[in-house]
């Protein structure tokens, strides 16, 4: 697999957040850690210790196998892409188009994430993240009043996510278009805090809910074929 050399360093790879890193993208995978560390040839102990010890600094060889059995980068696995945009990657051998099911959809969904809602302002339409949950086949997610995504609430708005895997040139993405409305009732308001995933990424006190109903459900996924740099499934 092809690998940049942009996160190595005259003293080695910089690892960053390693472990947490493997560990989030063999869960996103579906593969246990005894999976893992069999494709990879290293020993289950070993990536245990990886997962569980920052300090762990792994050879460059064990970081590229790692890196194929994860269909991922060393890059992304050391943090090295922290700060740039995703999809800097070539497109896919042979790549295919197609349309999501309504079901497809509600599944890459899942239950909580980070979107982007996309709303009308005065100066005119404003695109943003925030973190989100799938809440009775519903939206919401928790902001402050005063900011952007408290103008939400009383309009027809967009929200989408995503997912662009660099490595093999394949990704999706799910738009969902309806209307927002605030959560004003105390009884709901306390049921989606407790419910909660997580608290707000930005911090701060954020006690404003926001609900986004979905009217229409749309996604789209580019797969690649089988070709150079990458084998038959």
């Given at each position: ?6 996160p190595?360093?005259a003293?080695g ?33 070993y ?10 600094a ?16 060393v ?33 890459l ?10 709303v009308?302002?005065?100066?005119g ?6 973190n989100?949950?799938?809440v ?17 609430p ?7 996510v995503?997912?662009i ?8 993405s ?13 009884e ?13 990424w ?32």
């Open positions: 697999m092809a690998e940049q050399l942009r190595f360093t003293e790879p910089a690892l960053g957040d390693l472990g947490r890193r493997v560990a989030a993208r063999r869960k996103e995978l579906g593969l246990t850690r005894e999976q893992t560390a069999e494709r990879s040839g290293i020993a289950a102990g990536l245990r210790y990886l997962e569980e010890h920052p300090e762990a792994p050879g460059t060889g064990a970081l590229l196998r790692l890196a194929d059995v994860l269909h991922t980068t890059s992304h696995l050391t943090g090295g892409d922290l700060d740039t945009p995703p999809g800097p990657g070539r497109a896919g051998y042979r790549p295919a188009f197609t349309e999501l099911s309504p079901a497809e959809c509600r599944t969904l899942g239950s909580h994430g980070v979107g982007r809602l996309g009308d302002t005065a100066s339409p404003v695109i943003l993240p925030v989100y949950s799938v009775d086949g519903t939206i919401v997610f928790r902001t402050a009043d005063e900011t952007t995504p408290s103008l939400a009383g309009r027809q708005v967009a929200f989408e995503d997912r895997d660099d490595a093999f040139g394949e990704g999706w799910v738009l969902v278009r309806g209307p927002a409305s605030r959560v004003s009732k105390a709901e308001v306390r049921r989606l805090t407790f419910s909660a995933y997580s608290t707000p930005a911090g701060g006190d954020r006690d404003l809910w926001v609900r986004i109903e979905p009217r229409s459900v749309t996604g789209r996924r580019i797969t690649a074929g089988s070709g150079p740099g990458r084998a038959p499934e």
